[in-house]
C-alpha cells in the first residue's frame, strides 16, 4: 500500500474531507483532491503539511517490515 492509499484510508476513516484539508493547509481543493485521486503526486512537503494540519504523525504511513 502506498502513500496515497494510506493517506485515502486514513481521511475515509476519520471523516475528514478534502475541503478541511485544503483550509487547513492552504493548498488548493482542487490540489488536494488530485492528489488523493492519486492523479497528482504528493511532494514531501505538501505530505508533512497535511499531516501537520490533521494532527498526525507521519510515521504512520511507513511501511515496517520485521
Known sequence: MNIV???N???NKNDI????IAQKTGLAE???SQML??????????FLLICTA???D???FRNRTA
Open 5 to 7: 492509499d494510506k493517506l
Open 9 to 11: 484510508e486514513y481521511v
Open 17 to 20: 474531507n478534502q475541503i478541511y
Open 30 to 32: 482542487d490540489t488536494v
Open 37 to 46: 485521486k492519486g492523479n497528482r503526486r504528493i511532494f514531501a512537503d505538501e
Open 54 to 56: 490533521l494532527n498526525i
Open 58 to 60: 507521519p510515521n504512520i
